[in-house]
């Protein structure tokens, strides 16, 4: 049994048809305990139960959830976000259940979603884009955490989590500064669970560790962090030194850890240096007579249109995966 009392198949479809709790919940961006207390207290609760206590949520009882997910994140009370959900949801509207191929939610008039525009998307990037536009901490971190565990670490982050960075950044670029603090949020709680679903970094000797630094003045993080995770999922050995590294700190990291591999990552043109990147690739390191020299990578939009010989440079946190795994492994 379900803990929202619903009797579940192993898609987590409700066997007497509709989805669960637990699955309009991840939809919604919201806890299972929210969508229980909306029931509870506004009245938003499911059309149809089983043996008077199995919840079975339709089309149009997700519809009603969802405007009052719109409303609420404008600020509006949620008692008064729920009297309107539960007027302006058409009550004619198809009561087809909603089984592993839902039918399309009924019209409703009225205020916009989540005012993100998301386009062709997984569904949990909506559920996480209105959990970061209401700031709900827990539900973020759940909402990411299972999107990791469900499709892994290297799909999540392609295909959940930076297509709604995206759609925040075009908000907030939109609507003249506002919403930084959405994007701020939502960052920062990537950057957590992360570090929560990251394994312990194997140890590594030298010739087989990877070395990942922002070049200087570059402090945009998140996507070394994730790469960094990806790596440490892969039990490959990293060495994570973030954002702005100073050159002769990177100098110093390369000499003392002995990288088969050095990744650079430059958001933009201005702090990608294409001869820190020949500089760095220079360094040798081992016993005289066995010296190596790293393979470095160039990653990041800046160093597009920067060719570096020598430095390959992967489109994508994949094929940065693919790369690294291959140069260490070799």
């Known amino acids: 049994m379900d803990p929202g009392g619903d009797d579940v198949d192993p898609r987590g479809v409700s066997r007497g048809g509709g989805l669960t709790t637990g699955e309009v919940a991840r939809r919604l961006g919201v806890a299972p305990t929210t969508v229980r207390s909306w029931d509870s207290r506004y009245g938003l609760g499911p059309a149809a139960h089983t043996g008077g206590r199995h919840r079975r949520w339709t089309a149009v009882d997700v519809a009603r959830l969802e405007r009052m997910c719109a409303l609420t994140a404008t600020g509006l009370a949620p008692a008064e976000a729920a009297?309107?959900?539960?007027?302006?949801?058409?009550?004619?509207?198809?009561?087809?259940?909603?089984?592993?191929?839902?039918?399309?939610?009924p019209a409703i008039r009225g205020g916009a979603g989540s005012g993100l525009r998301l386009g062709d998307v997984r569904q949990e990037c909506k559920g996480i884009a209105r959990a970061?536009?209401?700031l709900d901490a827990s539900a973020l971190d759940e909402l990411l955490?299972?999107?990791?565990?469900?499709?892994?670490?290297?799909?999540?982050?392609?295909?959940?989590?930076?297509?709604?960075?995206?759609?925040?950044?075009?908000?907030?670029?939109?609507?003249?500064?506002?919403?930084?603090?959405?994007?701020?949020?939502?960052?920062?709680?990537?950057?957590?669970?992360?570090?929560?679903?990251?394994?312990?970094?194997?140890?590594?000797?030298?010739?087989?560790?990877?070395?990942?630094?922002?070049?200087?003045?570059?402090?945009?993080?998140?996507?070394?962090?994730?790469?960094?995770?990806?790596?440490?999922?892969?039990r490959l050995p990293v060495r994570m030194f973030g954002a702005a590294l100073p050159v002769e700190s990177l100098v110093a990291a390369v000499r003392r850890t002995g990288p088969v591999a050095v990744g650079l990552w430059a958001q933009s043109?201005?702090?990608?240096?294409?001869?820190?990147?020949?500089?760095?690739?220079?360094?040798e390191w081992g016993v005289r007579g066995a010296r190596r020299k790293p393979v470095v990578m160039t990653l990041g939009p800046g160093w597009a249109g920067q060719t570096v010989p020598g430095s390959p440079y992967p489109l994508g946190l994949a094929q940065a995966v693919t790369a690294l795994e291959s140069v260490v492994l070799r």
């Open 132 to 134: 970061a536009l209401r």
């Open 83 to 105: 009297r309107l959900a539960l007027d302006e949801v058409d009550p004619e509207a198809s009561l087809s259940p909603m089984g592993s191929t839902a039918s399309p939610l």
């Open 269 to 283: 043109r201005t702090t990608a240096s294409r001869p820190l990147a020949q500089y760095v690739a220079a360094i």
């Open 145 to 234: 955490g299972a999107a990791i565990d469900d499709h892994g670490l290297v799909v999540a982050w392609s295909e959940v989590i930076v297509p709604t960075l995206q759609a925040v950044g075009r908000k907030w670029e939109s609507s003249g500064e506002r919403y930084v603090e959405v994007e701020h949020f939502l960052s920062w709680h990537v950057s957590g669970v992360l570090r929560r679903h990251t394994p312990p970094v194997a140890a590594g000797r030298p010739g087989a560790t990877t070395v990942l630094a922002c070049v200087p003045a570059e402090n945009h993080t998140l996507p070394l962090e994730v790469l960094a995770a990806a790596l440490a999922e892969r």
